[in-house]
């Protein structure tokens, strides 16, 4: 009886022992996931975050003497020659300190009436080179992109209007300014002109023109 007994007190003891084990396991398997899961749940916030927001664009009017203004991003500088050519009513280059490339504009003396014949006499290959139809103020004006400049040009009686965009780097940069530019080219009296030339603009109404990327750099 004896014997016996001492048998299964032995038993009962390995059960026990590997009751606590699988206790002491599962404890420590709770605690091991637990961490894991504090570990990952910052990760998930990340997505939250918000982005910078970008700084608005100012812009500025420029009203020149031979009768017309347009507006340009205050990241470009403005500037026109003192002594102009004889067939020459403006010219004005706007340039960026940040991108290279530059904005032209000019308007001078012409013979030449009809756009058509313009593209004919500076040799502008249509079946090769898309020209396309557009406004410049209230101007018929044509624009295409030749080795990697852009030209709108329009012809108002015998004035030639050019806007002319080289973009050495940065092209998206300089076609936002480009649109803005030729959105909102407008005539005005040279005579009422009573402004600054630089001067604060609100073109928050002016519709910039659509323009197609790929024909800015070849």
């Known amino acids: 009886m004896i014997y016996y007994n001492y048998n299964m007190s032995s038993r009962n003891l390995v059960i026990f022992i590997i009751i606590g084990l699988a206790v002491a396991g599962w404890a420590i398997f709770k605690t091991i996931s637990g961490r894991s899961s504090k570990l990952i749940s910052p990760t998930g916030n990340l997505s939250k975050q918000s ?78 080179i898309s020209v396309r139809d557009l406004k410049l103020a209230d101007l018929n004006a044509k624009q295409f992109a030749n080795n990697g400049k852009t030209t709108t040009v329009a012809l108002d009686q015998g004035v030639e209007f050019t806007v002319l965009l080289s973009a050495t780097n940065n092209p998206a940069y300089w076609i936002t300014a480009y649109n803005k530019i030729l959105g909102s080219f407008a005539f005005v009296d040279p005579v009422s002109q009573n402004q600054d030339q630089n001067s604060a603009a609100d073109t928050s109404g002016s519709d910039a023109v659509e323009y197609e990327g790929e024909e800015v750099i070849e």
């Open 51 to 128: 982005s910078p927001t970008a700084l608005p664009i100012r812009y500025f009017t420029y009203n020149d003497p031979a009768g017309f203004k347009f507006s340009y991003p205050d990241t470009l500088t403005a500037t026109s020659p003192s002594t102009l050519r004889d067939d020459f009513y403006s010219q004005i280059e706007l340039k960026s300190q940040k991108y290279q490339g530059a904005i032209t504009i000019v308007a001078k003396n012409t013979n030449v009436t009809d756009l058509n014949q313009w593209l004919i006499n500076n040799k502008i290959e249509t079946k090769t």
